[in-house]
C-alpha cells in the first residue's frame, strides 16, 4: 500500500498549566505544565494528540507524492497505523477510501489552509450560549463590567479641538426607517405572519432580480446586496414556524422562481431544532422563521482558489445580507435579529450540507415583535420601546 500526508495540516504546541498542591509543599510556585502536540486538519474537524514518532513522520511524508510503506523506517512503519486510523495519513487502499475521498472534497473546493482551518474548528456541536453566559456571569451588563472592567471607550477620538463639524442632512423617511432597526429578542408566538409579508421579506433580501449569461454554464444574478465577483454564493434555508398557509418546517429559498423547496423532516420537533440551532438562546427561538444563512463554498472558490481574503469576502456578504433583513423586515412592520452564536453541526446535518461545500455560517430571524419586552432589547433611540 502507497501512503501520503493530508495536504492542509497545522500542528499547535499547546501548554497545558494545572494546580499542583505537591510542588507548593515542596517550596515550588504550584504550577505544573504540560506540553501537548495537537494536529488540526480541517477535514477532520477535530484535534489529534500525537506522539514525538509521529509528529517525525508527518514532517517527513508528502502531502502530493505517494511512497510505498514498505520503504519507511522501522519508527515510521509503527506510527503508521494510527495516523491511518485518524485520517492525518491517507492510504491508497480500499480500506482507506472514504478518509481519502473526505481529504481530497477539501482539495476539491479549493480552500484557503488557514481559512479551512478555522471553518472547521469554529463550528459548534452543542453549544448552549445562555449556560456559558450564567456560568461566566456575563448575563448583564452590569455582571459584564463588573468582571472585565470599563470597556475601551465608545467614540476613539482624543478631543474636540481638532473636529470639523458637518451638516446634519434633514430627516426622513429612511432615517424614521433606520431608526425603527432595532434587534428584536422579544417575539409574538400567538401572532402568525402573513404569508405574503414572509414573501414579501425573501423576495427582497434573497430573490435574484436579473441575470447575465456570460457563457451557457456561468451565469450571474442580480440582488439587492453586494457579492464578491458577482457570485451569490450565500444560499438561504428557512425554518419556518408561523407562517400562514406554509406548512411548519425546513425549506430551502430559489432565488430565481421566488419559490421554496420543502425539505425533508429533520426527525426532532421544529422547536427543539430551533433552540439548538441558536445555541438555546431562548429569546431568538420562537422567531416566526429563521433564514439560515449557508454560503456556496464551493462556487465562490471556483474563482477564488485558496485566496487568503476568500472567506472574509464571504462572512462579508452574510452581514450585507442580514442587514437588508433587517430593513426589509423593520419596513414591513416586523422584527428581526442575526446571531453567529449557533451550533452549525446539527443544522448542517438537518439540512443535508456538507460544511466543506456549502456550510451554515449564521442564523437570521424575522416576525411579529411582542407587546411587552420580556428580554432586554437594546434601542438607544427609544424608536421601538419608549421609556
Known amino acids: 500500500m502507497r501512503v501520503r500526508r493530508c495536504r492542509v495540516l497545522y500542528i499547535e504546541p499547546r501548554e497545558e498549566v494545572e494546580f499542583d498542591l505537591a510542588d507548593v509543599l515542596r517550596g515550588g510556585d504550584g504550577l505544573a505544565s504540560r506540553m501537548r502536540w495537537l494536529a488540526l486538519a480541517p477535514h477532520l474537524g477535530r484535534e489529534v494528540e500525537l506522539d514525538a514518532r509521529e509528529r517525525e513522520l508527518l514532517g517527513r511524508l508528502s502531502a502530493e507524492r505517494w511512497v510505498d510503506r514498505a520503504t519507511l523506517d522501522e519508527d515510521a512503519r509503527k506510527a503508521l497505523p494510527r495516523l491511518l486510523r485518524e485520517g492525518l495519513v ?81 430627516r426622513g423617511a429612511f432615517d424614521a426607517l433606520l431608526s425603527r432597526r432595532v434587534t428584536c429578542r422579544n417575539f409574538d408566538a400567538g401572532r402568525p405572519l402573513p404569508r405574503a409579508l414572509f414573501a414579501q421579506v425573501l423576495e427582497r433580501v434573497f430573490a ?7 457563457a451557457g454554464d456561468t451565469v450571474f444574478l442580480k440582488k439587492n446586496c453586494p457579492s464578491g465577483g458577482g457570485l451569490h454564493p450565500v444560499e438561504a434555508y428557512l425554518l419556518v414556524q408561523n407562517v400562514e398557509g406554509l406548512a411548519p418546517g425546513l425549506y430551502h429559498y430559489h432565488p430565481v422562481r421566488h419559490a421554496l423547496r420543502p425539505l425533508p423532516p ?9 433552540l439548538e440551532a441558536v445555541a438555546r438562546q431562548h429569546w431568538f427561538a420562537n422567531a416566526h422563521a429563521m433564514a ?6 464551493d462556487r465562490h472558490f471556483w474563482k477564488y482558489r485558496r485566496h487568503p481574503k476568500g472567506l472574509r469576502v464571504v462572512t462579508l456578504e452574510a452581514g450585507h445580507l442580514s442587514q437588508l433583513l433587517y430593513l426589509a423586515a423593520t419596513d414591513a412592520g416586523l422584527a428581526a435579529y442575526i446571531t453567529a452564536a449557533i451550533n452549525e453541526q446539527p443544522l448542517e446535518r438537518a439540512l443535508g450540507l456538507d460544511p466543506l461545500r456549502e456550510g451554515v455560517l449564521a442564523v437570521c430571524g424575522f416576525g411579529w415583535r411582542a ?17
Do not use: C, N
Request: charged share 25%.
Open 90 to 170: 491517507l492510504g491508497s487502499g480500499k480500506r482507506h477510501a472514504a478518509m481519502r475521498e473526505r481529504e481530497e472534497a477539501l482539495r476539491e473546493v479549493h480552500w484557503d489552509p488557514l481559512a479551512a482551518t478555522m471553518h472547521a474548528f469554529t463550528r459548534w456541536e452543542d453549544a448552549d450560549a445562555v449556560r456559558s453566559m450564567e456560568d461566566t456571569g456575563t448575563v448583564t451588563i452590569e455582571e459584564v463590567r463588573e468582571l472585565f472592567g470599563a470597556p475601551p471607550p465608545e467614540v476613539p477620538v482624543p478631543g474636540d479641538d481638532a473636529l470639523l463639524e458637518l451638516p446634519r442632512a434633514a
Open 208 to 214: 435574484a432580480h436579473g441575470k447575465m449569461e456570460v
Open 266 to 274: 429533520p426527525g426532532l420537533p421544529l422547536a427543539g431544532v430551533a
Open 292 to 297: 439560515i444563512l449557508a454560503p456556496r463554498y
Open 371 to 387: 407587546a411587552t419586552m420580556e428580554t432586554m432589547e437594546l434601542d438607544p433611540a427609544a424608536a421601538v420601546w419608549q421609556p
